[in-house]
């Protein structure tokens, strides 16, 4: 496995340990932490590091591609100025709805899989990657609840959108494990629903538990099932690009990039046997 | 390109619902939130976990973001439930988290009675103005996007305790608070004095800086009055510094060395002194 397709999201409570860093690995970028950012210290930072980690994603949070109505206008451009200034790898963001009537919950809230959502997505994304010149790449999130009126398995139902609008996929796989969990599925299974060939970058990360149903809170260790099931979706295809994420302010770099090694190791030997 | 079809509006009643409920927090909790007719019955209580979150997360973004400065002083509990009462009442409608809470001063504001309030509604404009010095373009800091704007047309207010952005000067890039200190706000006046003399700094070097007036140059800030222009302001800070009585001036004088060169190690920003 290279260590050129093994990184981390960059975190600003890291700025300063980066600095310190002579190898500094693919990093992701947080597009909603720099929209409509000029200049200023977290924009000033960011660019220093970026300019030495071997490959930079762009990922956010805030495009609302399942929302009802257009994309925002400022949220484009904002995002546009920011594939410009740093040239990324992969451009993603959500498969999901954050916003309606006026109100942000800035919440990742899932779709609900029917035919007519695709055609909304298909054709809200199309419009994004003319806009920006770019393929971008979409995310399946973790759920909780589920709609009666869901018609399609996650899996399919984000590859019908990735074939119909040329995009690509972000599999999260932490996501898959605690959807899975959460609704009584076999986490393996639902992960093969994924076509490899669309995926373009992979995200691994740890969850909590909530009394009898599964959080994802990115606050936490990569739990080994959440491992092993990536070293199964890499034994199908080694080249993706693999984020470790990890929102936790309090844990320092060096302590993710042991964990990052840690699962590079785990899955190598997963590969192997 | 594909050909957008204009999906049914129908099929985004289920998002509608279920953002005004969150965004609501009326207290109704997920089995009561009426949202059985899209959601399965067996996962509504799961609901509980969106909502408990998402006041969690997106104020205590802010106090560690925009509201930094707030929280260093008042902590983190306090700025979170400010913010959280402002968002039930208004719920956040911007794209960007950063901007969600930028109506918050002028809310507290209208409790006029209150006049702490009244001061945490000055400091969160400044926290917002500060945010915005913080993003935008170097070496254009004013929030106003003036490069040069004229410092005799900009007037010190009173009744804001704010002065407005400045651009440069030979003595400091600076946005200050320069109010006197108003013991009848019934907060200590020692807290009073250092948030009024809080220095907001953008230097050309993009690094920011926020510092504590020092004690001995507060008593030339008190000099300060009421529509005077920034500009009127430093010169007579200026004069004061030249024309004080020489041991006054020797101490102020150092003070105001010492405090610039604690600037300039931190910011790499160079400031003429009021010269000889």
Known sequence: MHDNLWGLGLRPSHFSSYSALENVPPLEIMT????????????????KIA???????????????????????DYKNGLRELVNLFNPQVISDHLCFTQSGGRQSYELLPLMRTDAMIDHVVSKTDELQQFLGRQICLENVSAYVSYKDDAIPEGEFLNTIARRAGCGILLDVNNVFVSSRNFSLDPQAELERYDLSLVRQIHVAGHSIRDDFLFDTHDAPVCAEVWNLLAGVLSRNSGIPVILENDDDSIPLESLLEELARGKVACAKVQKN | MQKS??????????????????????GSSGPESGLEKFILPAHLYRLDTYQSSYLGRITINLAKTVFEPCTNLFGTDFVCLVLAGYFKTLPPASDALTSAADGLPAVLRKDEINKEALLFADLCE?????????????????????????????????????????SRHDLASAWSLTSQSTPAAGLPESLFASVSGVLLCKSTATDFHVTEVPETLMVFCSSLTEQMSVASAIDVLDFQLKHFSPSAAAAATAALQEFMARLTAVNALELRLAAD
């Open chain 2, 126 to 166: 400044i926290c917002i103005r500060r945010w915005t010095i913080l993003t935008s373009a170097d070496p254009q800091s004013s929030p106003f996007n003036f490069v040069h704007e004229d410092l005799h047309r900009v007037f010190l207010k009173k009744e804001t305790l704010l002065v407005r952005p400045c």
């Open chain 2, 5 to 26: 079809k204009k999906t049914d509006p129908a099929a985004f009643r289920y998002q509608q619902e279920l953002v005004a409920w969150l965004t609501d927090l009326n």
């Open chain 1, 32 to 47: 909603d932490n720099l929209l409509h950012h000029r200049g200023g210290p977290a924009l000033h930072h960011t660019l």
């Open chain 1, 51 to 73: 300019s030495r980690a071997r490959g930079i994603f762009l990922h956010g949070i805030g495009l609302n591609i399942g929302g009802e109505g257009s994309l925002s206008p």
